[in-house]
Nanobody
Framework: QVQLVESGGGLVQAGGSLRLSCAASGRTFSSYAMGWFRQAPGKERNVVAA????????YYADSVKGRFTISRDNAKNTLYLQMNSLKPEDTAVYYCAARDTGYSGSYYYTHSGVYDYWGQGTQVTVSS
């Protein structure tokens, strides 16, 4: 069992930056592929960024490429999302998710349905 706790959300002006963190409990965080998803009111939950268990493979949604950076520190059991040049359309609840890979392959996953564990979410609001 893994528990995920997001933090770092808040209110920021357009053009500003935020850094989200996702702290994971458990001893096998390093074997989990991780992802950041977001959900705006009335919209589906969509992938923002994803990273393999090793950190060697990453994915970014087109809408955030060049502005967001996903990273992980397996020694600290923590996933990060650095968000720069924020836009009002980035406003959403951001969730981190974990998928147990058993250290097989080095893939990222973009479909929400394949993730095993989810955090409770953190609100990001970008004002214009």
């Amino acid at each position: 069992q893994v528990q995920l706790v997001e933090s770092g959300g808040g209110l920021v002006q357009a053009g500003g930056s935020l850094r989200l963190s996702c702290a994971a409990s458990g001893r096998t965080f390093s074997s989990y592929a991780m992802g950041w998803f977001r959900q705006a009111p009335g919209k589906e939950r969509n992938v923002v960024a994803a990273i393999s268990w090793s950190g060697s493979s990453t994915y970014y949604a087109d809408s955030v490429k060049g502005r967001f950076t996903i990273s992980r520190d397996n020694a600290k059991n923590t996933l990060y999302l650095q968000m720069n040049s924020l836009k009002p359309e980035d406003t959403a609840v951001y969730y981190c998710a974990a998928r147990d890979t058993g250290y097989s392959g080095s893939y990222y996953y973009t479909h929400s349905g394949v993730y095993d564990y989810w955090g409770q979410g953190t609100q990001v609001t970008v004002s214009s």
